[in-house]
């Protein structure tokens, strides 16, 4: 986990995604934020999958729930609640005072959301079948 290597760190929450947009851009399969006020309007998206937003000035990503408990557990932020008195349990809202890299947590999502799952897992080897034991005496 990095965090000294967020070179937009100083910059202001909207500027700072926005410049985290345009670095992912040239992700193929990754699409910017669209028009509209909605939710997920201030989404990047991958195969048309949210990974990672802007919400009220802080980032939002798409992580496994262990990622996410661990982050939580380090005071790094807090679930995601999309105003429906839920938190939700694979997504982490980061913490204003987070030292954390955003285009670090942004690509660990982007492989969350299935960019490297293009590659099919190494296929496991069985153990070989045993030969049958006769049953007849011989």
């Known amino acids: 986990m990095s965090v000294a290597g967020d ?3 100083s910059m202001e929450p909207d ?5 985290l947009v345009e670095q992912l851009l040239a992700v193929p399969g990754v699409t910017p934020p669209g028009p ?5 309007s201030h989404a990047l998206r991958f195969d048309n999958k949210i990974f990672a ?3 009220r000035g802080r980032l939002v990503v798409k992580l496994p729930k262990a990622r996410v408990d661990a982050l939580v ?15 939700m349990r694979e997504w982490l809202c ?4 987070s030292r954390l890299d955003w285009p670090a947590l942004a690509d660990e999502a982007l492989d969350f959301a299935g960019r ?7 296929r496991r080897h ?13």
Do not use: C, H, W, Y
């Open 7 to 9: 070179r937009f760190a």
């Open 15 to 19: 500027d700072r995604f926005e410049a």
């Open 36 to 40: 509209g006020r909605g939710f997920g």
């Open 53 to 55: 937003m802007l919400v």
């Open 73 to 87: 557990a380090a005071g790094e932020g807090i679930r995601f609640d999309a105003n429906k008195g839920t938190p």
């Open 94 to 97: 980061l913490a204003p005072e």
């Open 116 to 122: 490297r799952a293009e590659t099919p897992p190494p």
């Open 126 to 138: 069985r153990a070989a079948a045993k030969p049958a034991q006769s049953t007849s005496a011989e």
